[in-house]
């Protein structure tokens, strides 16, 4: 019976390894380039080999509204080492509609409309706001809550007392494992329009 069970754990750990192998290898073959994303805006951004960190966003989610500050504060604090991307799923936006968001909002982050929905499907973003980053080999390292404000829509904190966003950049940076990968995100649902 004790050899049975560590054949079994044995067994598991082999399949874990492998699926988590298998997922990480995907994203090998990501390129920003290889989404036909409209950019909004005129400015430039470099599609270098840095971690890229997407936030998926809609302008008339309230919670994105809310978090633009935050946003705006991370692409300053980690434009210069991370690829930032502010990314409009679906066809429900016109350029025009994100350029006053991106107006009304103080938004510096480069916006990108995703009309296909070709790159939220890849990275299987769900509601808006969520963020997924890449490490510069681009393996996933986190996905989904930029932080604890929300506990469940309609169920706001004062404030958040933990940051996953930051400190997944923070420790990814810093070449760290990254402690958290994965918090389910609370938002507005996306839809394929």
Known sequence: MFLVRILL???????????????????????????????????????DNRSSLFVFLSPECPLCKGYMKLFDSIYNQYKEHVNIYGVFPGKAYSTSDIQSFASEYSVHIPLYIDSAMSLTHYLNAAVTPEAVLLNDKNELVYKG???NLLEGLGKRKIKATAFYL????????????????????????INEY
């Open 166 to 189: 930051q400190d997944a950049l923070e420790q990814s940076l810093n070449n760290k494992t990254v402690v958290i990968k994965s918090i389910k995100a609370v938002g507005c649902k």
């Open 145 to 147: 809550a930029i932080d």
């Open 9 to 47: 754990i044995i067994l598991f750990l082999f399949i874990a390894r492998s699926v988590s192998s298998q997922v990480d290898s995907s994203f090998l073959k990501f390129r920003v380039a290889d989404f036909n994303l409209q950019k909004v805006q005129d400015d430039q951004i470099k599609m």
